[in-house]
T-cell receptor
Framework: GNSVTQMEGPVTLSEEAFLTINCTYTATGYPSLFWYVQYPGEGLQLLLKATKADDKGSNKGFEATYRKETTSFHLEKGSVQVSDSAVYFCALARLSQGGSEKLVFGKGTKLTVNP | SQTIHQWPATLVQPVGSPLSLECTVEGTSNPNLYWYRQAAGRGLQLLFYSVGIGQISSEVPQNLSASRPQDRQFILSSKKLLLSDSGFYLC???????????FGPGTRLTVT
């Protein structure tokens, strides 16, 4: 079946450090891939997406590249800020039997950035 | 632009009481709608999804039900709450044939 595996957290970094959050997936075909971010007490926000192999999604300094060979979609940022502290979710999209679109989420990785 | 609303923002209810959470979407027509529950501040569990008025699919058997009385309104209900129903409930919408979902601000439910 379809599944997403994220690196276990929590991750604690100092401001301006380099961030990598690993995400690998299992799926039939070529699913669309997403990263969502959740700030404390809020809903999820779409951070970036990629719809086909070798696509690079980017937003707010974050990047992730769709790697079909390694079935991965790792999230990276060159210099994190305190305001990036949040929980990050990797997700893939699949069609259900009824034809509706659904997302399969990883368990989330909590990032804390210290000043 | 599209917006999604959920209310109430927080709710404390005793065990055995009924529940009604509401979600509305503005600025789009005929969206797919979803209810998720997030327990322990981490993973998301899809509870229900809907592709149209009156069309509800349940992902897991549970104490909850959902209804879609209007195109952009999605309601989550329970006749008798259990302690295990506590959690953060998120509503989301998506455009047909587009996979990305957009989430509301959530409702924090505590069952005492």
């Amino acid at each position: 079946g379809n599944s997403v595996t994220q690196m276990e957290g929590p991750v604690t970094l100092s401001e301006e450090a380099f961030l990598t959050i690993n995400c690998t997936y299992t799926a039939t075909g070529y699913p669309s891939l997403f990263w969502y971010v959740q700030y404390p007490g809020e809903g999820l926000q779409l951070l970036l997406k990629a719809t086909k192999a070798d696509d690079k999604g980017s937003n707010k300094g974050f990047e992730a590249t769709y790697r079909k060979e390694t079935t991965s979609f790792h999230l990276e940022k060159g210099s994190v800020q305190v305001s990036d502290s949040a929980v990050y979710f990797c997700a893939l999209a699949r069609l259900s039997q009824g034809g509706s679109e659904k997302l399969v989420f990883g368990k989330g990785t909590k990032l804390t950035v210290n000043p | 632009s599209q917006t999604i609303h959920q209310w109430p923002a927080t709710l404390v209810q005793p065990v055995g009481s009924p529940l009604s959470l509401e979600c509305t979407v503005e600025g789009t027509s005929n969206p797919n709608l979803y209810w998720y529950r997030q327990a322990a501040g981490r993973g998301l569990q899809l509870l229900f999804y809907s592709v149209g008025i009156g069309q509800i699919s349940s992902e897991v058997p549970q104490n909850l039900s959902a209804s879609r009385p209007q195109d952009r309104q999605f309601i989550l209900s329970s006749k008798k709450l259990l302690l295990s129903d506590s959690g953060f409930y998120l509503c989301a919408w998506s455009v047909r044939v587009r996979y990305e979902q957009y989430f509301g601000p959530g409702t924090r439910l505590t069952v005492t």
